[in-house]
């Protein structure tokens, strides 16, 4: 239990912070960095180098089966099993680089190597030639192919979409479909936006950030509910979906997906926060600050929960005390979620009740003290959990001046860091900087991250399980998968979110799907404007 503290103990619990986080904030200074590219030919393409057309294979070496030298003096190995390719010059990470898959090979059988002339390869498999290309991009430029791809093919109705490739590897036969979770990942990306805006004042950036803010206040209005967002909508005429809770609207205009879950509301309150700050446009802020307004009394007049249709919480949209003491594995997590939903809402609203009621769930219901629990409460670890915290947790460090408060959100991002520290998350590092400038955070590793993120985000089955270098942890993930106990670079690893477990090596979906590329969006956006990353 924690009591209400003196005005005494505020002050020294304030005290305390402020001395554990007046370290400078680090920054790094970004650099171009070789990007991967290939290109796949029949061997009988006229781009294809003669050399490649000959019968001639290395005598295999073990597993080994060709072998040359780059242009810039790294040494590739050409295997059974995919590429390798060593530069001892390089840094420690990326000293070791594993090439397979459709991502980089037409199949993972290499039979003859090529350099060409700018420290890329040739290389010929049993079924055709892949041309790969190290090209130097800067991250801005990196950036601007992610949102050449959004606008071109995960663009629907405004909100960020998955793509379907009806022909598996090959985006022009891309179909855009709804999903759980469009709320959350348009929050995402409309973040990063509405970041990007403030660094570099792009007509663009805002033009995109209003755009999928817009369509996200929509998910509100068409459920026919005010108060309750819709998971996702589709229009009449569109491929009906396969599962969960539709409802039609009463005009029969639009389909939406109901069961709204806790994950949509951490995005509705994560870019309401971030758009009503950074945005210029007072009508727009008017509409983000009536729908927090509706969503923040339906939770709290079904007490402290999302009610759908039938007048009963929804699956898992529910924050009460009550519920959380049944349920002790979301105790820390919801605890932590509430109290931003209500931070948010009254700053973005200017409602004293939400203020009085974010206190009184701190203290009265002990939601301060949970938040600090993380390990007596969890029992198993989820991923997706540590984005359903980290976000919550940037709107309680960008509005919080109470110190004991601040003490306590403290603790609890400790909590979380625990386990992502591990992870070189760059998203997680710059919120966990946020709230403690002065933290220990290895800065390298996350824009490492950043440099490595695929440029090609088709996803493309990855097995990395036969690999020997790799070693396993002992039992498994909760999804019964296997986790590697070192962390590969993402480049080597199946394309994944923020919400995914990234020791889980092996994936992918054999090339029937194209994930949208604002993982790597809202990081570096935000490292910009937090000036953790300098330049671009």
Wanted: charged share 25%.
């Amino acid at each position: 239990m924690v009591p209400s503290p003196t005005l005494l103990m505020r002050a020294l619990l304030g005290l305390l912070f402020v001395t554990n986080c007046l370290p400078a904030a680090q920054s790094v200074r970004l650099r171009s960095y070789p990007q991967k590219g290939r290109t796949f030919y029949p061997l009988e393409a006229e781009f294809v180098p003669a050399a490649l057309r000959t019968n001639s294979v290395a005598l295999p070496a073990g597993n080994i089966t060709a072998t040359v030298r780059a242009s810039d003096g790294a040494i590739w190995l050409g295997t059974t099993q995919g590429l390798m390719r060593l530069d001892y010059s390089a840094s420690e990470r990326d000293r070791f680089q594993f090439l397979a898959g459709k991502r980089y090979l037409p199949d993972d059988m290499v039979e003859q190597l090529l350099p060409d002339e700018a420290a890329g390869i040739w290389a010929r498999t049993r079924t055709g030639v892949a041309h790969i290309e190290f090209k130097p991009l800067t991250l801005g430029q990196k950036a601007q192919i992610f949102e050449t791809r959004i606008r071109a093919r995960h663009d629907r109705y405004g909100l960020v979409a998955d793509s379907e490739l009806v022909v598996p590897g090959d985006t022009s036969s891309n179909r855009l479909v709804d999903s759980d979770n469009d709320g959350l990942w348009t929050a995402i990306y409309a973040a990063a936006e509405c970041f990007r805006y403030r660094v570099t004042k792009s007509p663009e950036a805002l033009l995109n950030a209003r755009k999928s803010v817009e369509a996200m206040l929509f998910l509100e209005e068409v459920a026919g509910r005010r108060g309750f967002p819709a998971r996702s909508f589709i229009r009449k005429g569109d491929p009906m979906p396969q599962g969960g809770e539709w409802h039609w609207t009463a005009d029969g205009r639009f389909y939406w997906k109901g069961d709204t879950s806790s994950d949509e509301i951490v995005g509705h309150f994560f870019i309401f926060s971030i758009a009503y700050d950074l945005l210029p446009d007072s009508d727009l802020k008017r509409q983000i600050s009536a729908t927090a307004r509706r969503i923040m009394e339906h939770i709290l007049n079904h007490g402290y929960a999302l009610a759908g249709l039938d007048g009963q919480p929804t699956t898992w949209g529910w924050w009460s005390p009550q519920k959380l003491v049944e349920e002790p594995d979301e105790r820390a997590l919801n605890s932590l979620q509430l109290l931003s939903f209500l931070k948010t809402a009254a700053h973005i609203t200017g409602e004293t009740r939400y203020e009085a009621e974010y206190r009184k769930a701190a203290w009265e219901f002990h939601y301060a003290d949970w938040i600090t629990r993380l390990k007596d409460f969890r029992q198993e670890l989820n991923y997706s959990d540590e984005e359903l915290a980290m976000l919550p947790i940037y709107c309680l460090f960008e509005y919080e001046k109470d110190p004991a408060l601040l003490k306590a959100y403290r603790k609890a991002a400790d909590c979380w860091w625990q386990n992502i520290r591990r992870e070189a998350n760059p998203l997680w590092s710059f919120i966990y900087l946020k709230g403690c400038p002065g933290a220990e955070v290895d800065l390298s590793a996350a824009v490492w991250t950043l440099y490595r993120f695929p440029l090609d985000t088709i996803k493309w089955t990855v097995v990395n399980s036969r690999r020997h270098d790799i070693t396993w942890a002992p039992g498994k993930d909760r999804s019964g998968e296997r986790e590697a106990v070192q962390l590969l670079p993402p480049d080597e690893r199946p394309i994944m979110r923020w919400n995914s477990d990234p020791f889980v090596i092996d994936g992918g979906e054999d090339g029937r799907g194209e994930d949208d590329g604002a993982a790597f969006l809202l990081p570096y956006w935000l490292g910009r404007y937090q000036r953790v990353l300098v330049g671009e």
